[in-house]
């Protein structure tokens, strides 16, 4: 099993706080990727990091940041929690761009309340 | 626009019969790579397969198979004898090729398919 640690693993807020999930991995790959998974869309991309320092959004981005200090952590923030926001979200990672296989976390349920 | 459709949202089947997962896809890029994911209840995203378009040839995998028809722009899944391990949500995931540039692993999913096998 790919080494890919999500936290936290539930949580839940209050409409309008900020809130950051985690992503570690222990893999040393370059490609992290945070996608969120909603009952009939599927899972969706929000953001995703090619380097330390270096990201990109997805396709549903807005209300969220993402920040990547260390090429094993990948934060993803966000800003003023909604309630649309309610939802699992999981940490994948690649060690090449090419598509390669994701190895993904056991991601984290987050309910905005 | 690219998009994955799986029209089976679920399916149930009873242990041992074979079971076929669709999965259509729609692109306008002549490179692309097509998955398959599973998502057992415990709730982790597994990797099963993948198809590049240049890549027509069928794939078996102990009692899973998949057929890739470009002519349908269908990639489906075949799980044969399936057992009751085999009960989970199912994606299927369409990306594009490496001609296209930028982090290529922005995967495009389908809704998913919930396979429950009764014993």
């Known amino acids: 099993d790919a080494g890919i640690t999500q936290s936290p693993r539930h949580k839940v807020t209050e409409t309008g706080t900020p809130v950051t999930l985690r992503c570690h991995q222990t893999e040393n790959h370059r490609y992290m990727y945070w996608y969120r998974q909603d009952p009939g869309h599927g899972l969706r991309l929000i953001h995703y990091s090619y380097g330390v320092k270096d990201t990109d959004k997805g396709e549903v981005s807005d209300g969220y940041s993402v920040s990547r200090s260390k090429t094993e952590d990948f934060l993803l923030t966000l800003e003023s929690a909604t309630s649309s926001q309610t939802s699992v979200y999981f940490c994948?990672?690649?060690?090449?761009?090419?598509?390669?296989?994701?190895?993904f976390g056991s991601g984290t349920q987050l309910s905005v309340l | 626009a690219q998009k994955v459709t799986q029209a089976q949202t679920e399916i149930s089947v009873v242990e041992k019969e074979d079971v076929t997962l669709d999965c259509v896809y729609e692109?306008?890029?002549?490179?692309?790579?097509l998955f398959w994911y599973k998502q057992p209840p415990s709730g982790e995203l597994v990797f099963l397969i993948r198809?590049?378009?240049?890549?027509?040839q069928n794939e078996i995998s102990g009692r899973y198979s998949w057929n890739f028809q470009k002519s349908t722009s269908s990639f489906n899944f075949t799980i044969t004898a399936s057992q009751v391990v085999d009960s989970a949500v199912y994606f299927c995931?369409?990306?594009?090729?490496?001609?296209?540039?930028?982090?290529?692993?922005?995967?495009?999913f389908g809704t998913g398919t919930l396979l429950a096998v009764q014993p």
């Open positions: 198809r590049n378009s240049f890549d027509e």
């Open positions: 692109t306008r890029d002549t490179t692309y790579y």
């Open positions: 994948a990672i690649s060690e090449n761009r090419d598509n390669e296989k994701l190895f």
């Open positions: 995931a369409l990306s594009r090729g490496i001609l296209y540039g930028g982090a290529t692993n922005k995967l495009i």
